[in-house]
């Protein structure tokens, strides 16, 4: 007897169960975490990855929902165990570190320490894991710490600036007017001193309250126009020794910003780069990369943002200096002698008036400033 064709059951994927379809449906407000979350049954079977989980794979949800969550891990014994228990009600819920496999593509496979909170749904069998990445748990507590710190720093750098501005006027007008009444040009002399050194801690205090004043012009920006334009001034000050490499994702889209704020911000990241690299370029194999690409769910000042510009700068130099490394971008703290200990402050306030960030990873031989801004 002729078999008959069966057509598909309108609405069913190939390949996918209708159950792990409905899952999808029922689960898809899990995509707009930025965590990732599978929802599994008691065996490990996958009913749903969300958006993130797919990303840090790098494979596809189907292919995700055809394996057993436990694949994924490179030691899933005590996962099981627990995802059991908690499948059987024998508690609620629980917390694990662990280590996930990605597929060889991403990261060339390197497993991913996690932190895995398994919890049971209500009314079901079904398991909810959810897995944070024990590095960006880490990078948000730092994120979150340096943003308190800079709410801090700004509000300390307004007031005691006003505080010496104004007996600095009153310093200088004394020093100008006893100028006058000396006719000793040896005396005179000293009072130059006073009005020279009122000047210059004038223009400190002129920098450190400049972010505040200058209003935000924002218009269209292309980071690749910002980073060739750090580039070429970079290139004009060291023009031998130092080799300015790109890597640039050309696919970055513009995104509404103040062009010169962040020119400014680049900059002071990469002239401090190319000024700490001074004995490599002496020996003339000095390296500074400016590198973008685009990041997906990322969580920003504790923002969640869909797309995210990820700027890295980066340096072959000797790194810098573990005593001073969690306070770099604190005001007047600098790593080099004569420095103004300014510049990494002032990078980091334009980048977070942009709802920005600048992250910074450092060991001899390799530093690198990781500048991350919202995309629309």
């Not at 979350?37 to 990855?49: H, K, M, R, Y």
């Not at 969300?50 to 005590?78: C, K, Q």
């Not at 059987?88 to 932190?115: C, I, M, W």
């Not at 005396?187 to 801690?201: C, K």
């Amino acid at each position: 007897m002729a078999s008959k064709s069966v057509a598909p059951v309108k609405g069913v994927r190939r390949g996918v169960s209708s159950g792990a379809q409905d899952a999808s449906a029922s689960y898809g407000a899990f995509d707009y975490l930025a965590t990732m979350v599978a929802v599994v049954e008691s065996g490990g079977q996958c009913l749903f990855a969300n958006a993130v989980f797919e990303e840090v794979l790098g494979l596809s949800r189907r292919s995700v929902m055809r394996e057993s969550i436990f694949d994924w891990f490179v030691d899933p014994t005590l996962l099981r165990d627990i995802v059991t228990a908690v499948a059987r009600n024998e508690f609620a819920t629980s917390r694990l570190q662990a280590e996930l496999k990605r597929h060889q593509h991403v990261l060339a496979g390197d497993p991913l320490p996690v932190q895995v909170i398994v919890t049971r749904m209500d009314h079901t069998a079904h398991v909810l894991i959810e897995l944070v990445e024990i590095e960006q748990q880490t990078r948000q507590e730092r994120e979150e710490r340096a943003l308190d710190q800079a709410q801090a720093n700004k509000e300390l750098i307004r007031n005691l600036a006003h505080e010496i501005k104004n007996p600095l006027g009153g310093i200088r007008g004394a020093a100008q007017l006893l100028q006058m009444e000396l006719e000793s040009k040896s005396l005179t002399e000293y009072t130059q001193v006073i009005i020279h050194e009122a000047d210059r801690l004038q223009a400190l205090v002129d920098r450190l309250l400049a972010p505040h004043r200058r209003p935000h012009l924002v218009g269209d920006v292309n980071v690749h126009e910002v980073c060739e334009r750090v580039r070429s001034l970079i290139l004009a000050e060291f023009p031998k020794g130092l080799r300015v490499q790109r890597d640039y994702d050309t696919s970055l889209p513009e995104f509404r910003g103040d062009r010169e704020q962040l020119i400014q911000a680049v900059l002071n990241i990469a002239h401090n780069a190319a000024q700490a690299l001074s004995d490599r370029i002496a020996t003339g194999d000095a390296l500074l990369i400016l590198r973008t690409r685009v990041a997906r769910r990322v969580t920003i000042n504790r923002h969640s943002h869909r797309l995210a510009l990820v700027l890295h700068i980066e340096d072959n130099g000797p790194g810098i200096p573990e005593a001073i490394r969690d306070r770099i971008f604190y005001p007047l703290v600098s790593g080099r002698e004569g420095g103004s200990g300014l510049g990494l402050t002032l990078a980091q306030t334009f980048v977070q008036q942009h709802q920005g960030t600048i992250e910074c990873e450092s060991e001899p031989g390799r530093t690198v400033f990781k500048i991350l801004i919202p995309l629309p």
